[in-house]
């Protein structure tokens, strides 16, 4: 992303595309999955559901009060989403919407587009549906 090595981007951006294990925005590419905030894109190593927990959802929580929405991309194969972590979101006053990550994609870029107080958690997908 921006700065070799950090995996940061330090303004929220559209999702331009995605697939082949990453994403394209703001005329970037990133390989891997990446948190989508107004602190900024954040490289994120969750790469199933299982994977994602609280500690790796901190950038989340530290900006919780500039979030209205979060957009939680589980992949192609959408399991369940830990109900401790929906309600510790929950509890900070953001609604959660974890569903595949192309539909996670396309809301998230929606909400967007709508000036809405959207984040998002993308988990990254080899094949985009």
Request: aromatic share 8%; with cysteine; glycine share 14%.
């Amino acid at each position: 992303m921006a700065e070799p090595g950090q995996g940061f981007y330090p303004y929220q951006a559209l999702i331009d595309a995605y697939g082949n294990g990453g994403f394209r925005f703001a005329g970037m590419s990133h390989k891997g999955s990446v948190l989508c905030l107004p602190s900024g894109m954040h490289a994120w190593e969750a790469t199933t559901p299982v994977e994602i927990t609280m500690d790796n959802l901190a950038p989340i929580f530290a900006v919780a009060d500039q979030l209205d929405v979060l957009m939680v991309g589980l992949g192609n194969d959408v399991t369940g989403f830990d109900p401790a972590i929906r309600a510790a979101l929950r509890e900070r006053g953001i609604i959660v919407e974890a569903i595949g990550t192309g539909g996670a994609v396309r809301t998230y870029n929606i909400l967007m587009g709508e000036s809405r107080a959207v984040g998002a958690a993308l988990i990254a997908v080899e094949r985009a549906r």
